[in-house]
């Protein structure tokens, strides 16, 4: 494995272990943070369906392109490891570790197996990806859609956007304080994260 590969499945394991050795009412406490995250999810996905279903559907995946799917360029935060673990299978999970190990192309991402992403919540960096093609021909023809994706980008910031308490910080948080380290906990590992989080401390956001 290379180093990406390595640093997507430490982190998925790491997960993976503390969900299976903590006890379920731990398990209920992380399920209740990302409630409101999973409500997010399910308007996005719902407004993704609407307005680009078909347009995605004809110019990537029938067309085997899946262009925003980039050999090792997908960013996965630690938090979207967590959020996907509390949702997924067991099985499904094993599926995401055989996809890291042995991915199934050589110049894709390697969560992209032969039926699509095997994340069951993909990561939101994935999510909120839109090439300008697609955006072009769908705000054009939909005007009303540009101001709704406006209103979903703004509350994805409320979530990952660290210049005030957000959920993925949050999430790092919570494995930190039990002794876990990830090279995915941006929130934490990030120049550029910390800088904004200090910055919103200073100001009196981050309380």
Known sequence: MN????EQFETLNLVRNYMAEHLAVERTKLVS???DYLCFRDDTSDFLFTYFGNICTRNCYENKLSACCSKDGIITFFADHVINALVSEISELDAMA????????????????KNGCVWKIKPIVC???LCS???NEVFKKNPESKKAWTDLEAR???Y???DRPVLFDALEQYFIASGFKSDLMYMNNSPGLLRLKQNSIKKGHYI
């Not at 180093?3 to 390595?6: A, D, E, F, P």
């Open 3 to 6: 180093t990406y590969q390595k």
């Open 33 to 35: 943070m990302i409630k």
């Open 98 to 113: 055989a996809a890291v190990q042995n991915p199934a192309h050589d110049f894709k991402c390697i969560y992209l197996g």
């Open 127 to 129: 999510e909120m990806f």
């Open 133 to 135: 093609n697609a955006e």
């Open 156 to 158: 994805k910031k409320r």
């Open 160 to 162: 990952t956007w660290p």
